[in-house]
C-alpha cells in the first residue's frame, strides 16, 4: 500500500447518494451539490452513472464540465458500453477518473453474475484495460467484497492493479461487517498482495448495521487512504458513511490517524443543508455534526460547564464546521445588486438573466411577508426558482382555503396548465388535504404520494415552512419542494413542483438493480 499521510475523500452523493429511493436530482441540482463538493473540497466525487440512461450521462457531463477543483468520477460495470460511455461523459473534464465495478462473493458471483470466478477475474482485467485507455486514473471495485473470499480478492486485485487500477476499492456493499473484522480485512489484503504499494486502497461502507462511519474509520486505521462517503450518509438502503463523520472523526483524534483530508470543514453545514433542502432528505435534530441538536446544550448543568470552560463539554466547535458562519441577512429594502452579490457569495451562480429574474421576483414576494431573509431563504428560493423555469408545465397562480373549526375545510386553486388557466374547487381532511386535493382535480395526476414532510427552515413563527412532497407514478418517483411562510400554499407549491418532476422525468435505472 502506498504509504502516504492525506486521506483522500470520495464522495458519492450524487452517485450511491442518490440511489437513496425518491433522492433523484435534476441536472441542475446535481450541479450546484457538485459545486458545494468542490467548495468542500472532497478530493473526487462520483459524478453518476453515464450508461444508465441518457439523463444520467448528460448529468455526469454537465457536472464534469461545470467542476475544475476537484476530480470528477464516472461509475461503470465492466461491460465495454459502459466503460464507453464513462469515458465520453468525462471528456470536458479538468480530471476525471473511471470507476468500474464487478462483484466478487461467492453468492453474487453464482446467483446475480453466473459467471466462474476466473471470468471475473478476466472481465475485471479486461474492464480496467479498456479504462485505462480512456483515463489516466482508474479505480476498480471488488463489489460485496466484505463477504468475498479473501484468496479471491487477492488474486483478482492484485489482476487489477496490474491491468492499471490505481486505486482499490473494497466495498462492504451490503453493510455486514463489523469494524474489527473489516480493519482486519484491509490490513490482511495491503500485506498479502505483492503490488498494493501501487494503489490507493480504498473503503465504500454501507450503514446497515449502523457501523458505516466505524467501519471506515478502522479502515483507515489499518491502512486504507481513501473513503467513501455522502453528504448526511445519504444512500442506498440505510446509507453510506457520513462524509462529516469520517472528516471530523479523523480532524478530532489526530491522536489516532496518521493521516488528515483537504476538507474545509467549514463548508460542511452548508452542503449538508444543500442536500438536504434539494433531496428532500431532512436531518435528524441528533445527528453528529450536522443535526440542529449536535452543538445544542440543554441541561443546566452542561450549559453551565460550557460558559466556564467551552472544552467541558464540546470536542469540537459549531463555526469550524459551519454553523452560524453566514447569518448575513436581506429584507425588503434589498436591492438586486445586493441579492445577486449575496447569492454569488454563498457560490450560487444562475446561469442566465432571467433565472436571476425569476429568483428575485420570488425574493420580493417572500420580503413583503417575512422581515429578514436568511442564507437558508435564498437556498430554498434559488431550488424553486430552479425547478420552475426547468420544467413548469403547470404553475400555481392562487389559492384559496376556507378553514374553520367545525367544518370541513375548502380550497379553491387556480393553476396554468401547458398555457390554460383552470380552476377547482375540492374539500378535504384538513387544509393542505384538500389544497392538493384541488390540484389533483385539475392535472388527474394518477400518483402516489409517498412522502409528504414540512420542515421550518430557520426559527420563529414567522420562518418559511418548506415542505417536501415525494411522488410516484408507473415506478417513477420525484421530489417536490415549496417554501413559503404559509405552510398550505408551500404544500401546493411542493406538489406542483413534484408533479412538474414527474410529467418531465426520464428514465432512471441504478447500476446494481441493473444486470450485469
Ligand atoms: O455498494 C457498492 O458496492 C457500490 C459499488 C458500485 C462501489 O456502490
Ligand atoms: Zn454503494
Not at 473526487?44 to 452513472?49: H, I, L, Q, R, S
Not at 490490513?187 to 446497515?208: M, Q, T, Y
Not at 483507515?220 to 438502503?237: H, I, M, Y
Not at 463523520?245 to 452548508?270: G, H, L, W, Y
Request: hydrophobic content about 40%.
Amino acid at each position: 500500500m502506498a504509504e502516504t499521510d492525506h486521506l483522500y475523500i470520495f464522495d458519492t452523493t450524487l452517485r450511491d447518494g442518490e440511489q437513496s429511493p425518491g433522492a433523484s436530482m435534476s441536472r441542475e441540482e446535481k450541479v450546484r451539490i457538485a459545486k458545494g463538493l468542490e467548495r468542500l473540497r472532497v478530493d473526487v466525487f462520483e459524478a453518476g452513472f453515464p450508461a444508465a440512461s441518457e439523463g444520467d450521462f448528460d448529468s455526469v457531463r454537465t457536472v464534469a464540465e461545470s467542476v475544475k477543483d476537484s476530480r470528477v468520477c464516472a461509475l461503470a460495470r465492466t461491460r465495454q458500453a459502459d466503460i464507453q460511455a464513462a469515458g465520453e461523459a468525462l471528456a470536458g473534464a479538468e480530471a476525471g477518473r473511471i470507476h468500474t465495478f464487478i462483484a466478487t462473493s461467492p453468492i453474487h458471483m453464482e446467483n446475480k453474475l453466473h459467471m466462474a470466478p476466473e471470468q471475473v477475474v478476466e472481465t475485471a482485467v479486461q474492464a480496467v484495460g479498456q479504462a485505462r485507455q480512456l483515463c489516466d486514473d482508474v479505480e476498480f471495485s471488488a463489489e460485496d467484497a466484505g463477504r468475498s473470499d479473501q484468496d479471491f480478492l487477492c488474486r483478482i486485485i492484485e489482476a487489477a492493479i496490474d491491468a492499471g487500477a490505481r486505486t482499490i476499492n473494497i466495498p462492504d456493499t451490503v453493510g455486514y461487517n463489523l469494524p474489527e473484522q473489516f480493519s482486519g480485512l484491509i490490513r490482511s489484503l495491503c500485506e498479502r498482495i505483492p503490488n498494493s504499494d501501487k494503489a490507493v486502497f480504498s473503503v465504500h461502507c454501507h450503514n446497515d448495521l449502523g457501523v458505516a462511519v466505524a467501519n471506515s474509520l478502522a479502515a483507515v486505521q489499518a491502512g486504507a487512504r481513501q473513503v467513501e462517503c455522502t453528504v448526511n450518509g445519504l444512500g442506498e438502503r440505510a446509507g453510506n458513511a457520513a462524509l462529516e463523520e469520517v472528516v471530523m472523526a479523523v480532524k478530532t483524534r489526530q491522536d489516532c490517524f496518521p493521516c488528515s483530508t483537504q476538507v474545509n470543514a467549514r463548508e460542511i453545514v452548508p452542503a449538508s443543508k444543500l442536500v438536504a433542502n434539494i433531496t428532500g432528505f431532512h436531518v435528524q435534530p441528533n445527528k453528529a455534526i450536522v443535526g440542529v441538536n449536535a452543538f445544542a446544550h440543554e441541561s443546566g448543568i452542561h450549559q453551565d460547564g460550557v460558559l466556564k470552560h467551552r472544552e467541558t463539554y464540546e470536542i469540537m466547535r459549531a463555526e469550524d464546521v459551519g454553523w452560524n458562519t453566514n447569518r448575513m441577512v436581506l429584507g425588503k429594502h434589498s436591492g438586486r445588486n445586493a441579492f445577486r452579490a449575496r447569492l454569488e457569495e454563498l457560490d450560487i451562480h444562475l446561469e442566465s438573466e432571467e433565472q436571476l429574474n425569476e429568483a428575485f421576483a420570488r425574493f420580493k414576494t417572500l420580503a413583503d411577508k417575512k422581515h429578514e431573509i436568511f442564507d437558508e431563504d435564498l437556498q430554498a428560493l434559488v431550488t424553486e426558482a430552479g425547478a420552475a423555469l426547468e420544467n413548469e408545465r403547470i404553475k400555481l397562480l392562487s389559492l384559496h382555503v376556507c378553514s374553520e373549526t367545525g367544518e370541513q375545510p375548502e380550497a379553491t386553486v387556480s393553476l396554468l396548465v401547458d398555457g390554460e388557466e383552470r380552476r377547482a374547487v375540492a374539500p378535504g381532511s384538513g387544509s393542505v388535504d384538500a389544497a392538493l386535493m384541488a390540484v389533483d382535480s385539475v392535472v388527474q395526476s394518477g400518483t402516489e404520494l409517498l412522502l409528504y414532510s414540512v420542515n421550518n427552515i430557520t426559527s420563529g413563527t414567522d420562518s418559511q415552512g418548506e415542505v417536501t412532497v415525494r411522488l410516484e407514478r408507473g415506478g417513477r418517483i420525484a421530489n417536490g419542494q415549496g417554501a413559503d411562510v404559509d405552510i398550505v400554499i408551500a404544500s401546493a407549491k411542493a406538489y406542483v413542483a413534484a408533479l412538474n418532476k414527474i410529467l418531465a422525468s426520464q428514465d432512471r435505472r441504478h447500476p446494481q438493480a441493473a444486470d450485469v
